[in-house]
Structure formats: C-alpha cells, structure tokens
C-alpha cells in the first residue's frame, strides 16, 4: 500500500530555516510525481512545490520561488522540502501527495491534472513562523 509521512514541521522564526520529510512506500520509487501543498485553516490549499522522477522536473509556486528547494535521496525513499528565509505566511499545515502516473508538474498546478486521494497524501505537518 501507497504511505506518505510528512514531518519536520515546527516553530522557526521568520528568516530562519526548517526542511521538511516525506517518506515513501508503498511504490517504485522510480516513476513518481510528488508534490507539497500547504492548508491555513479556512483557507484554499495552495500548491507550493513538485518533482517529477521522469526528468527531474521541478514546480515552484510564486510565493515561494528562491527560497524554498525540493530534493529527493532515492536511496531513502524520501522527498524534502528545504524551506529558506521563512516567512509569517509560511505559517500552514504542509502536506506531501503522490501520483504513480508521474505527470508534468505544471500539469497539477494549473488544474490539469490532480492528485489521488487517501493513501496517496500524507497526514500533514504544522509550520509555524513567528514574526
């Protein structure tokens, strides 16, 4: 079965760092496209960053380009989010989701494509950045 575990969430002060983990199972950790997402309460998720297996291809949300990195150690089975230069609307709940049929990752961003449910997205880790 398909698992994601989200984790390192925490408190860090605005301009400071925090990396975030999601490990995998469940699949081949060869044909993927992982994503983060992040939920305020009340709010839309809003997508924040992609990695497709395929071609390495990566997706940055505006708001978070040049500051946060995503990476994959294969070995690990785990996809992480660096976050850089944290700011107050940082402040969310992150959530990493999967989908084996590894899309291009503008593809999930501009509607055109989505994420299964379920098993297919971890349980979410709480960032919280004071200002």
Known sequence: DVQ?????????????SLRLSC??????FDGYSI????????KEREGVSCIRSKDGSTYYADSV?????ISTVKSEKT??????NVKPEDTAVYYCA??????????????????P???????????????
């Open 117 to 131: 449910g379920g098993d297919y997205w971890g349980q979410g880790t709480l960032v919280t950045v004071s200002s």
């Open 35 to 42: 994503g983060w997402f992040r939920q305020v309460p009340g």
């Open 98 to 115: 999967v989908d084996l049929f590894a899309r291009p990752c503008e593809l999930y961003y501009s509607g055109r494509a989505s994420y």
């Open 4 to 16: 994601l575990q989200a984790s390192g969430g925490g408190l860090v002060q605005a301009g400071g």
């Open 23 to 28: 490990a995998t199972s469940g699949f081949h």
């Open 65 to 69: 380009k040049g500051r946060f990195a």
């Open 79 to 84: 996809v992480y989010l660096q976050m850089n």
